[in-house]
């Protein structure tokens, strides 16, 4: 598939570096595609990258990846262009600089704020609620990490399940978009155990069931 990645950063790179292994397309779209860092960044993942401006990355892949900071995502959907029928996947967390806590939240999400950005696109929201260690990584011995994703287009969904299936997730079904309102509070307790807690970064969700 034609992956474009919107940021090059922590999860951006985790999950770029894993769909280009698996033998994706994957073009990152990026504010300085030509600086040292996303070189760097293109030299250690190796064959099937590429990094280019936000715009370009867009329009050449058929699914288009948000990882930027809640802050700039508004800019970043924006530079992306026309959106309308492509696949957008919504990894954003509307977290407060300082990690105390979601900037919005409850009756609405960064998952239906993108959602309302990219207009036509069909978003799923996903990659959120776990840390991007965990997606270069996701098995814990025997078992595996479970990544929740959600969004209104079913079809959609599908296709992420199994981008999040080829990494090694195990994947929950968290229903429509609105369940953004969910997930995004889900990362913000990972974050809270992870940095506020000190429990470190070597966590991750597991739902049991019987
Ligand atoms: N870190 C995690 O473990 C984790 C896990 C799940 C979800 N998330 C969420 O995923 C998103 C990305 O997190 P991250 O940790 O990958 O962030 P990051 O390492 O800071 O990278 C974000 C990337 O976004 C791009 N960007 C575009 N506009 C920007 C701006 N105004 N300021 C800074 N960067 C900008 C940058 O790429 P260019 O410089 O190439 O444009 C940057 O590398 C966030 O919303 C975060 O809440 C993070």
């Known amino acids: 598939m034609d992956i474009g990645i919107i940021g090059t950063g922590n999860v951006g790179g985790a999950l770029g570096r894993r769909w280009a292994f698996l033998g994706h397309n ?76 979601l900037e919005i939240g409850t009756d609405t999400s960064a998952g239906e704020k993108v959602a309302e950005w990219a207009s036509g696109a069909r978003v799923v929201k996903a990659f959120n609620a776990t840390g991007a260690g965990n997606m270069r990584e996701p098995a814990y011995g025997r078992t595996t ?12 969904k599908a296709v992420v399940r199994g981008l ?8 929950i079904d968290a229903g429509g978009i609105t369940s953004a309102r969910l997930l995004e509070p889900m990362a913000m307790l990972w974050i809270h155990l992870a940095y506020n807690l000190e429990q470190g970064v070597d966590i991750a969700y597991k739902l049991l069931r019987r």
Do not use: Q, Y
């Open 26 to 101: 994957v073009t990152f779209g990026s504010r300085e595609p030509e600086s040292d860092r996303v070189n760097e960044l293109m030299r250690r993942i190796g064959a099937g990258v590429s990094a280019t401006g936000i715009a370009d990355a867009a329009r050449a892949s058929e699914i288009v990846v948000i990882a930027t900071p809640w802050p700039a995502t508004e800019a970043a959907v924006a530079a992306c262009g026309d959106l309308s029928g492509k696949i957008v996947i919504d990894c954003v967390n509307p977290h407060k600089a300082d990690f105390s806590g």
């Open 145 to 156: 990490a479970d990544m929740p994703i959600c969004g209104d287009d079913e079809d959609a």
């Open 164 to 171: 999040a299936e080829e990494i090694g997730f195990d994947v």
